[in-house]
């Protein structure tokens, strides 16, 4: 597609349900990484999925979280048994395998953890 | 380990007038960096990036930065602000030897007022 999808662009989840964000990337774009920026806070790496590469889930902040891209292309972000603190938005970028590309980032899903 | 940093959580600015937004950077070796811009309800985009050469980077919307090694340093910087640069600001970098995802500092909200 000619950008970076994501869907929903708002979710708002009961503590302790599962919720699904996805992320569409640009078409040929090899690499995807996730982010999560919360209020008053930078952009935290969450994964980064390189090709038939195993991800990159380094950033990921505990156990409830887990990501998959399905034939190197879709994304979806899992996040179990939702906290408050998972309240943020989160945000999917692509970009081609050299890195000094830089990013294109969608515009991202709002998680509201009620 | 590579980190940013953004000491300016709020920079104002009247219309017209120069604007500059800090950024340092800390890596192991030698950097990629990058400006990124976020619009109301929008999702982060790309301003420029600094790779190798010139270290004077020129982007988007009349923004450049200037790479200074030996401050760490890789300020954005515009001539004349416009009220329609009012955004969040968000510098990036990558070790060019090290992890592939891009390191965010925390974001400095510029305000250019009329």
């Known amino acids: 597609g000619a950008g970076v999808s994501q869907s929903p662009s708002n979710k708002v989840t009961e503590k302790g349900k599962d919720v699904e964000l996805r992320c569409d990337p640009i078409s040929g774009h090899t690499a995807l990484y996730w982010y999560r920026q919360s209020l008053g806070q930078g952009l935290e790496f969450l994964i980064y999925?390189?090709?038939?590469?195993?991800?990159?889930k380094s950033g990921l902040p505990s156990d409830r979280f887990s990501a998959e891209r399905t034939g190197g292309s879709v994304s979806t972000l899992t996040i179990q048994r939702t906290q408050q603190e998972d309240s943020a938005v989160y945000l999917c970028?692509?970009?081609?395998?050299?890195?000094?590309?830089?990013?294109?980032f969608g515009s991202g899903t709002r998680l509201t953890v009620v | 380990a590579q980190s940013v940093a953004q000491p300016e959580d709020q920079v104002n600015v009247a219309e017209g007038n120069p604007l500059t937004v800090k950024c340092t950077y800390s890596?192991?070796?030698?950097?990629?960096l990058f400006w990124y811009v976020q619009y109301p309800n929008r999702g982060l985009q790309f301003l420029l990036k600094y790779i190798t050469g010139d270290n004077l980077v020129k982007g988007s919307y009349g923004f450049e930065a200037e790479f200074n090694k030996s401050q760490t340093s890789f300020h954005l910087k515009k001539p004349s602000a416009l009220v329609s640069d009012s955004a969040l600001y968000f510098c990036?970098?990558?070790?060019?030897?090290?992890?592939?995802?891009?390191?965010f500092g925390t974001g400095t909200r510029l305000t250019v007022i009329p």
């Open positions: 990036a970098v990558r070790d060019r030897d090290g992890a592939n995802n891009l390191f």
């Open positions: 999925f390189q090709g038939n590469s195993a991800p990159d």
């Open positions: 890596v192991s070796g030698n950097p990629y």
């Open positions: 970028a692509s970009s081609l395998i050299a890195l000094n590309y830089g990013y294109t």
